[in-house]
């Protein structure tokens, strides 16, 4: 018996192995490609930040819908091994279809490196992202459950061990796919997936179980309603109105689902919070310093997932239970979404101290300017009615100048006086450029919030009498100025020539800064010594860093409510419902996206600051309400609530031998486990 115990076991961990590298390859591929779709509607599509990101988001909920459909498939027609099969098809194709979306060869006729007919680019691609969504949604609750399903009832622990594991390769997989191409994945995916075929226990589909659902529920609402009098006598629960037409089971496992999506309600919240981490803490990284900005924000997640994951599992959690405690799975994913409510605390008092560095950046109806004086001697510039400023010779204004009107009269103290009149930006800031003839001075419009991605704006005026080429930017006439260029950190060169002159000069920049260079005549003869610099904007002061613990925290609270979410939707779902359950669990995520295009949409608070900890204070009341229904809540055992029915019911011969079997084997179980203890003893 041991001996053949030992072997079930190896059996076992050998097919659990092919499941959960199946769901390592799909995050991977789901990942890798995700990593790099807003680049690629921003860069290639040449849409707008706006747009990009809704689309993006948009995308993130269809593959957290999806799922219901997969689940569908899976519980009433194909079961979940066949779902997993078609649906990893549909996905390869989706991702092959959203590659070829790519090569702007395919339109691109004058072969000037942009497609020529943009609809069949945005076509294509959208079809690929429908498929995929539909792939990577459609099989994710099946896998979960199926690997669920490998497990047998008393097997709880080992369940719960293959929810972390299967939590892992998730994250492992998304970790990795910034690493390496997506669409080779596709293909192993199904492969792995395929090569364990013979070892999968395969629970068979139990006919159009949804539709069975959806008529069930139809007629108890139904039946409730024509039996409103009070002369009818009440029944224990509402579902108990379709006893006239249905299976008690049928009824039994009904009422065991709503149950548990009824507990759902709260949850999107929580990943409302969540994925906020790829929107607003992107954008709050980009004022901060740091030079590993992209790989924080890519793999801070999955790396910490890596290592919490086994601490809760195997010392957290065991200590909690050794003192004593009761730390339910409700209880942990109370406490889950509190992790996250204090990472919004955390990711506020960051950004009191970033709003501390942040310069004052005009209001809707102010209007900023700065002057840069490029000509020969100091001036004294008067900005009607009451701004005198004293600009030095290639040197600029201290700082901007708010004004809460638009329309200025400046005049210079030449000789005769100048005196030109201008119209400012509502909401703008912009420079006063005054070239080496001041009667043509001008104004430039310059950058009112800090650079994407951490990367300085930098923008050059040519006081040489000359044209002047500088390295990567077009050409410029004399007394104009060059739009702004966004430059990486670190050291850059730039070469400046004209005709056969030429000069280097090298800055090094920080993160988040914006420069305007001033060239004087005298460039090529002092060897680009006498450029001078203005500092629009002053670089990031507070360190990345930081974001690190409101990172460890939202992880520390994903740990806790996801992984555990996973294993109680697959453990509270009867049967011929588990991918139901877990279709369900996971709209919970796309909720809680929708949640966040939507507040993206309506825009944010004034302060950045405020919009987290209202966030952060809107997660703990949402808590607050889970915890109480969570308290109302009694742990079920799916199994023999369905046992007991079908006992009231009068059990069929076939289903009472497959159950004695069952017991059979949890004896052996039990007996080999007592056996092993006892020889280590
Ligand atoms: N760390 C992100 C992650 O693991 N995301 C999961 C979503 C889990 C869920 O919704 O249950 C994933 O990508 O599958």
Same mark, same amino acid.
């Given at each position: 018996?041991?001996?053949?115990?030992?072997?079930?076991?190896?059996?076992?961990?050998?097919?659990?192995?092919?499941?959960?590298?199946?769901?390592?390859?799909?995050?991977?591929?789901?990942?890798?490609?995700?990593?790099?779709?807003?680049?690629?509607?921003?860069?290639?599509?040449?849409?707008?930040?706006?747009?990009?990101?809704?689309?993006?988001?948009?995308?993130?909920?269809?593959?957290?819908?999806?799922?219901?459909?997969?689940?569908?498939?899976?519980?009433?027609?194909?079961?979940?091994?066949?779902?997993?099969?078609?649906?990893?098809?549909?996905?390869?194709?989706?991702?092959?279809?959203?590659?070829?979306?790519?090569?702007?060869?395919?339109?691109?006729?004058?072969?000037?490196?942009?497609?020529?007919?943009?609809?069949?680019?945005?076509?294509?691609?959208?079809?690929?992202?429908?498929?995929?969504?539909?792939?990577?949604?459609?099989?994710?609750?099946?896998?979960?459950?199926?690997?669920?399903?490998?497990?047998?009832?008393?097997?709880?622990?080992?369940?719960?061990?293959?929810?972390?594991?299967?939590?892992?390769?998730?994250?492992?997989?998304?970790?990795?796919?910034?690493?390496?191409?997506?669409?080779?994945?596709?293909?192993?995916?199904?492969?792995?997936?395929?090569?364990?075929?013979?070892?999968?226990?395969?629970?068979?589909? !139990?006919?159009?179980?949804?539709?069975?659902?959806?008529?069930?529920?139809?007629?108890?609402?139904?039946?409730?309603?024509?039996?409103?009098?009070?002369?009818?006598?009440?029944? =224990?629960?509402?579902?108990?109105?379709?006893?006239?037409?249905?299976?008690?089971?049928?009824?039994?496992?009904?009422?065991?689902?709503?149950?548990?999506?009824?507990?759902?309600? @709260?949850?999107?919240?929580?990943?409302?919070?969540?994925?906020?981490?790829?929107?607003?803490?992107?954008?709050?990284?980009?004022?901060?310093?740091?030079?590993?900005?992209?790989?924080?924000?890519?793999?801070?997640?999955?790396?910490?997932?890596?290592? $919490?994951?086994?601490?809760?599992?195997?010392?957290?959690?065991?200590?909690?239970?050794?003192?004593?405690?009761?730390?339910?799975?409700?209880?942990?994913?109370?406490?889950?979404?509190?992790?996250?409510?204090?990472?919004?605390?955390?990711?506020?008092?960051?950004?009191?101290?970033?709003?501390?560095?942040?310069?004052?950046?005009?209001?809707?109806? =102010?209007?900023?300017?700065?002057?840069?004086?490029?000509?020969?001697?100091?001036?004294?510039?008067?900005?009607?009615?009451?701004?005198?400023?004293?600009? &030095?010779?290639?040197?600029?204004?201290?700082?901007?100048?708010?004004?809460?009107?638009?329309?200025?009269?400046?005049?210079?103290?030449?000789?005769?006086?100048?005196?030109?009149?201008?119209?400012?930006?509502?909401?703008?800031?912009?420079?006063?450029?005054? @070239?080496?003839?001041?009667?043509?001075?001008?104004?430039?419009?310059?950058?009112?919030?800090?650079?994407?991605?951490?990367?300085?704006?930098?923008?050059?005026?040519?006081?040489?009498?000359?044209?002047?080429?500088?390295?990567? $930017?077009?050409?410029?006439?004399?007394?104009?100025?060059?739009?702004?260029?966004?430059?990486?950190?670190?050291?850059?060169?730039?070469?400046?020539?004209?005709?056969?002159?030429?000069?280097?000069?090298?800055?090094?920049?920080?993160?988040?800064?914006?420069?305007?260079?001033?060239? @004087?005549?005298?460039?090529?003869?002092?060897?680009?010594?006498?450029?001078? =610099?203005? &500092?629009?904007?002053?670089?990031?002061?507070?360190?990345?860093?930081?974001?690190?613990?409101?990172?460890?925290?939202?992880?520390?609270?994903?740990?806790?409510?996801?992984?555990?979410?996973?294993?109680?939707?697959?453990?509270?779902?009867?049967?011929?419902?588990?991918?139901?359950?877990?279709?369900?669990?996971?709209?919970?995520?796309?909720?809680?996206?929708?949640?966040?295009?939507?507040?993206?949409?309506?825009?944010?608070? @004034?302060?950045?600051?405020?919009?987290?900890?209202?966030?952060?204070?809107?997660?703990?009341?949402?808590?607050?309400?889970?915890?109480?229904?969570?308290?109302?809540?009694?742990?079920?055992?799916?199994?023999?609530?369905?046992?007991?029915?079908?006992?009231?019911?009068?059990? !069929?011969?076939?289903?009472?031998?497959?159950?004695?079997?069952?017991?059979?084997?949890?004896?052996?179980?039990?007996?080999? =486990?007592?056996?092993?203890?006892?020889?280590?003893?």
């Amino acid at each position: 018996t041991l001996f053949s115990n030992k072997k079930k076991k190896r059996k076992k961990i050998c097919y659990i192995f092919f499941i959960v590298v199946n769901e390592f390859c799909e995050r991977f591929s789901y990942y890798g490609m995700r990593a790099v779709l807003v680049l690629y509607f921003r860069y290639f599509l040449l849409w707008d930040d706006d747009l990009a990101t809704s689309i993006y988001h948009a995308f993130v909920a269809l593959c957290y819908l999806t799922p219901i459909l997969g689940a569908i498939i899976a519980d009433s027609w194909l079961g979940k091994f066949k779902t997993i099969i078609y649906l990893s098809i549909v996905y390869a194709i989706g991702q092959v279809t959203m590659a070829i979306s790519t090569i702007h060869d395919i339109t691109d006729a004058n072969r000037d490196g942009t497609p020529d007919n943009f609809t069949f680019h945005i076509a294509l691609s959208m079809l690929g992202l429908i498929l995929i969504a539909l792939g990577t949604g459609g099989i994710k609750p099946c896998v979960a459950a199926f690997g669920g399903d490998q497990f047998q009832e008393h097997q709880s622990r080992q369940l719960n061990t293959f929810f972390s594991v299967f939590y892992l390769c998730i994250n492992a997989g998304s970790l990795l796919s910034t690493l390496i191409t997506p669409l080779k994945s596709v293909a192993s995916t199904l492969m792995v997936f395929i090569a364990g075929s013979g070892m999968y226990v395969k629970t068979d589909p !139990e006919g159009n179980i949804m539709w069975s659902v959806c008529k069930c529920i139809g007629f108890a609402i139904k039946n409730r309603f024509r039996h409103r009098s009070s002369s009818y006598p009440k029944r =224990e629960h509402w579902m108990d109105w379709a006893n006239e037409k249905y299976d008690k089971l049928l009824i039994a496992q009904i009422k065991m689902v709503l149950k548990v999506l009824f507990l759902y309600i @709260p949850l999107p919240m929580f990943w409302t919070l969540f994925d906020q981490k790829g929107s607003r803490w992107t954008l709050q990284a980009t004022t901060m310093s740091g030079d590993f900005v992209s790989i924080l924000i890519s793999t801070v997640n999955p790396i910490l997932i890596l290592t $919490l994951v086994p601490i809760m599992d195997r010392l957290i959690f065991p200590l909690i239970q050794k003192c004593g405690l009761n730390f339910s799975p409700l209880k942990r994913m109370t406490v889950g979404m509190l992790f996250a409510a204090m990472a919004f605390v955390s990711a506020a008092l960051v950004q009191i101290e970033i709003d501390k560095t942040l310069p004052n950046f005009p209001s809707s109806s =102010e209007s900023q300017l700065k002057v840069v004086n490029t000509y020969s001697t100091t001036l004294n510039v008067t900005i009607s009615p009451n701004e005198h400023l004293l600009i &030095e010779s290639f040197g600029s204004s201290a700082d901007y100048v708010t004004f809460d009107h638009q329309d200025i009269t400046v005049s210079l103290n030449t000789n005769p006086v100048i005196t030109k009149a201008f119209s400012l930006i509502k909401g703008g800031r912009q420079t006063l450029i005054i @070239p080496s003839d001041p009667t043509v001075m001008y104004l430039k419009e310059d950058v009112k919030s800090k650079p994407r991605e951490g990367k300085n704006a930098i923008r050059f005026v040519n006081g040489y009498t000359a044209d002047l080429n500088i390295t990567n $930017l077009d050409s410029i006439e004399p007394s104009a100025t060059t739009n702004y260029t966004l430059v990486n950190q670190g050291k850059r060169d730039f070469v400046l020539r004209h005709g056969e002159q030429w000069c280097e000069f090298s800055r090094k920049f920080g993160f988040g800064a914006s420069y305007t260079f001033l060239i @004087p005549s005298t460039v090529f003869s002092d060897d680009c010594e006498s450029i001078t =610099e203005v &500092e629009d904007m002053k670089p990031n002061s507070v360190h990345m860093a930081l974001q690190i613990p409101q990172y460890f925290l939202i992880t520390t609270g994903e740990v806790m409510f996801s992984v555990t979410g996973l294993q109680f939707s697959y453990s509270q779902a009867p049967k011929n419902m588990k991918s139901v359950l877990q279709a369900g669990w996971l709209c919970t995520n796309a909720v809680g996206n929708i949640i966040v295009l939507i507040v993206a949409e309506l825009g944010k608070l @004034p302060k950045q600051w405020a919009e987290y900890l209202l966030f952060a204070s809107l997660l703990v009341a949402v808590s607050i309400i889970f915890s109480i229904m969570a308290y109302f809540y009694t742990y079920i055992d799916p199994a023999e609530i369905e046992a007991q029915v079908r006992k009231e019911q009068g059990l !069929e011969p076939e289903e009472m031998e497959k159950e004695t079997l069952e017991m059979e084997e949890k004896d052996e179980d039990q007996k080999n =486990e007592q056996g092993v203890k006892q020889t280590k003893i």
